[in-house]
Structure formats: C-alpha cells, structure tokens
T-cell receptor, first 115, second 115 residues
Framework: DGGITQSPKYLFRKEGQNVTLSCEQN?????MYWYRQDPGQGLRLIYY???????QKGDIAEGYSVSREKKESFPLTVTSAQKNPTAFYLC??????????????FGSGTRLTVV | AQTVTQSQPEMSVQEAETVTLSCTYD???????LFWYKQPPSRQMILVIR??????QNATENRFSVNFQKAAKSFSLKISDSQLGDTAMYFC????????????FGGGTRLMVKP
C-alpha cells in the first residue's frame, strides 16, 4: 500500500544535541512538507520541497534543516539552535497531477521531547 | 500572507445531533482551495472535505458538509448525525492555487461527541 512513513514515533533529545526525523513516501509525490504542531497553535510550516535537491523555508525554519536527495525522502534535522524543540512533528506529501489538487497525505507523526 | 481563524477552541455535541464548526480566513487571492482536516486521538491527520473557491456549490461528503461564503471569507463545517468517532481536533486549512501547495492551518477546534 502507498503511504508516508515517519520514524521514530517517539524521540528524546538531550540539550545541545542534533536529532534527525525520518520521512519516507512511496506515493510518487513531488512535494513534501514538514509541520510542527504545538498545543492550541495548529500546524506551522517548517520547510517544504517541491522537487529533488530543492527546498524552501517555511514560517518557522530557524533551528531546523532539511535535505531532499531522493524524491521519496525528506528528513528533518532539529539542531541545537532550536530553543524549544519539544513538539509533535508531521510530515506530508502532495501531488498536483490530474484535475485540481486533493490535499496532503500525512504521516503519523513524531513526538520529540527534550530531556 | 494568508491567515485562518477558528474562533471555537472547544465544542461538544450529543450523539446523533448536528454541530457546526466555524472558520474564517483572510486573503486577497481569488483562486484557492479550502479544506477541513480531522485529527483523532491517534493524531493521524485525515482529510474530511475540500472546496474549490471558484465553485459556488457547497461540498458535501456523507454526513459532512460545508457552508462556503466567499464574500464573507467564511468556511464552516457541518457534521450531521454526530457519532462518537467524530471526536477529534478539526483543522480548517487554506491553499492558494499554484503557490507551492502550502497549506495554512487554523488553530483547530476540539470537538467532543457525548453519548
């Protein structure tokens, strides 16, 4: 079955460490996205990528980095520069082929906690 | 920049009754898409319904329907015959056509369906 897989489901980070969240899709979607979800604030865009080897900053990119070396993969690194990284992180992908646009397919998320 | 506002942080409804969730948005665009997403306790994001701004007819999906008022920039979600499984966070989202397909989300409404 086609889908989008995020791993790990739970991740703990010590102060000053970089951690990488994985996102893989087998839907042949061109575009991929990373969102951060905090309680009561909805989802905020961190980074997005429309094609391989290209990506753009979203609204809250500071302290994060990404790469898009393969169409299927869009990992997110939370660096030590991110002062408040504890949150729920959602990866999504989309396709604009065909008639109209049908929204995102989301992964199941990664819960990151700073310890 | 687009903004999406959901003015009801929490709502509750009795099973089998009807409930309406509000959403307003601010944009200068004329061509765009609007969405409602559901996030149950599993935290998996699920697309509920989609509306294209150039279509005047309100979208419907089984028990879910929208009231799209373009001039008022309003996009409310009506859930008929509420079921216990409808208990979830509901997010309204906006996308400008051909703009990287980035979704802008509202802050969410937590809906509790009571037996």
């Amino acid at each position: 079955d086609g889908g989008i897989t995020q791993s790990p489901k739970y991740l703990f980070r010590k102060e000053g460490q970089n951690v990488t969240l994985s996102c893989e899709q087998n839907l042949n979607h061109d575009a991929m996205y990373w969102y951060r979800q905090d309680p009561g604030q909805g989802l905020r865009l961190i980074y997005y990528s429309q094609i391989v080897n290209d990506f753009q900053k979203g609204d809250i990119a500071e302290g994060y980095s990404v790469s898009r070396e393969k169409k299927e993969s869009f990992p997110l690194t939370v660096t030590s520069a991110q002062k408040n990284p504890t949150a729920f992180y959602l990866c999504a992908s989309s396709s604009t082929s065909g008639q109209g646009w049908y929204g995102y397919t989301f992964g199941s998320g990664t819960r990151l906690t700073v310890v | 920049a687009q903004t999406v506002t959901q003015s009801q942080p929490e709502m509750s409804v009795q099973e089998a009754e009807t409930v309406t969730l509000s959403c307003t948005y601010d944009t200068s665009e004329n061509n765009y898409y609007l969405f409602w997403y559901k996030q149950p306790p599993s935290r998996q994001m699920i697309l509920v319904i989609r509306q294209e701004a150039y279509k005047q007819q309100n979208a419907t999906e089984n028990r879910f329907s929208v009231n799209f008022q373009k001039a008022a920039k309003s996009f409310s979600l009506k859930i008929s015959d509420s079921q216990l499984g409808d208990t979830a966070m509901y997010f309204c989202a906006f996308m400008k056509r051909r703009a990287g397909n980035m979704l802008t989300f509202g802050g969410g409404t937590r809906l509790m369906v009571k037996p």
